[in-house]
């Protein structure tokens, strides 16, 4: 079955910087279409943050434009989120998810994993 594990949480002060990495794994993936990063605070519901396909178009929330930047290294299966003057109000656990073509079972799946905790706090 398909792995996918987050990374690169952690606890900063507002300006500062994370890097997020994500990575999916398993011997039944074909290939990787959309990877995704999502996120959630307490008492708010799950929101994406930003998204990129397997040709490396991407899109971004409002609120994250200009200050992050999504990547993805194909040949490894990891994605990566650069976060840059973070604000207390990024402050949430970081999800990824994944676009999945496996050969076991046959198909598209979505995987999501468990999350890395983001806290910007002054």
């Known amino acids: 079955q398909v792995r996918v594990v987050e990374s690169g949480g952690g606890v900063v002060q507002p300006g500062n910087s994370l890097r997020l990495s994500c990575a999916a794994s398993g011997n039944t993936i074909i290939s990787i279409y959309n990877m995704g990063w999502y996120r959630q605070a307490p008492g708010k519901q799950r929101e994406l943050v930003a998204n990129?396909?397997?040709?490396?178009?991407?899109n971004f929330a409002d609120s994250v434009k200009g200050r992050f930047t999504i990547s993805r290294e194909n040949a490894k299966n990891t994605m990566y989120l650069q976060m840059n003057s973070l604000k207390p109000e990024d402050t949430a656990v970081y999800f990824c998810?994944?676009?999945?073509?496996?050969?076991?079972?046959?198909?598209?799946?979505?995987?999501w994993g468990q999350g890395t905790r983001v806290t910007v706090s002054s």
């Open positions: 990129i396909n397997s040709g490396g178009n991407t």
């Open positions: 998810h994944v676009d999945v073509n496996t050969i076991i079972p046959p198909g598209r799946h979505d995987i």
